[in-house]
């Protein structure tokens, strides 16, 4: 077997989809199913259920983790033979479901280090801990955790979330409010996966209610804005409210304990970050967030 053949395996079992994977390897579908046949001829077992929809067996997801594993670690070796060639200077990749949080650090990571090249990658975080194995991004941060296997991680904030709303609103001069108020009251939120979205979804369902979105938007980061125009209310961690630069509107505190957020940052606990990435990492978990400037040093 050849790394091609990996490689396209690799796709088929991310997408359990014959002709969506042809299209994204751009080779004809029929010489994917081959590729895939042979390649299962030579394990001598099938690695998908092809039984109505096409499905990763048991078999499958085993093979998959190796591959992966392989992969990636071809992958670090190329890496570390280009950093050793350019004396130290190379790329690290970070993914994350929101960078506005991580702007103070990239900045100043950046000013430290301008020959390095920085890869950013916006990512839902149950699509961590595979690109982490795989080796495909070099640290994560997530706003939720992330159970999985062979990953390290390090709690960078935990981060109360309260309620924002427009002024004028009913709810603006309040000091906290209960989840059970804020039933039938119309949300702006970010969209399914989206952490805000998980954590709203899993405060109301607690309760046996549903929230009201009137609006759901891709980028989260308009979220406060839509607020201010009006358009309903929504979760906005402390942090986002301490680091504006102008006010949107009120921002309330939800009255239960389970309404914060951990940030935390994750990387394989057995992969070969390069020296860009070790740089970045100290970066971040250096960061103080409280004040927006690297911890003082002590000594």
């Known amino acids: ?63 998959l983790g190796h591959v992966e594993r392989s992969l990636g670690e071809l992958d670090a070796g190329r890496r570390a033979v280009a950093e050793a060639v350019s004396e130290g200077v190379g790329t690290v990749r970070l993914a994350s479901e929101t960078f506005l949080t991580l702007t103070g ?7 430290a280090h301008p020959d390095i090249e920085i890869e950013l990658r916006w990512m839902p975080a149950e699509d961590m801990a595979r690109h982490l194995r795989a080796q495909e991004v070099d640290l994560c941060v997530a706003s939720q955790p ?92 402390a942090f986002a409210r301490r680091s504006s630069t102008r006010p949107s509107g009120a921002w309330i505190a939800v009255d239960s304990p389970d309404c914060r957020r951990a940030v935390t940052l994750y990387w394989g606990a057995d992969s070969h970050l390069s020296t860009a990435a070790r740089l970045m990492r100290a970066t971040i978990t250096g960061w103080n967030w409280a004040t927006g400037q690297p911890q003082e040093k002590r000594g």
């Open 146 to 237: 992330i159970s999985a296997e062979g990953l390290a991680a390090v709690q960078l904030l935990d981060d109360a979330v309260g309620v924002a709303t427009p002024l004028g609103h009913p709810l603006a001069g309040r000091t906290s409010v209960s989840i059970d108020e804020l039933a039938g009251q119309p949300f702006v939120s970010a969209r399914q996966g989206h952490w805000q979205r998980r954590l709203l979804d899993r405060l109301f369902a607690a309760r046996e209610l549903t929230p009201k979105i009137v609006c759901e938007v891709d980028e989260p980061s308009a979220i406060a804005d839509l607020i201010s125009a009006g358009l309903g209310i929504g979760l906005v961690p």
């Open 1 to 63: 077997m050849d790394l091609n053949t990996l490689r396209q395996f690799v796709v088929v079992a991310r997408l359990e989809h014959l002709s969506r994977a042809a299209e994204e390897l751009r080779v004809a579908q029929p010489s994917l199913s081959r590729t895939i046949a042979r390649l299962e001829g030579e394990l001598g077992a099938p690695l998908f259920d092809r039984s109505g929809r096409l499905r990763l067996n048991d078999a499958g997801r085993l093979f």
């Open 105 to 111: 650090p990239l900045a100043a990571y950046k000013r």
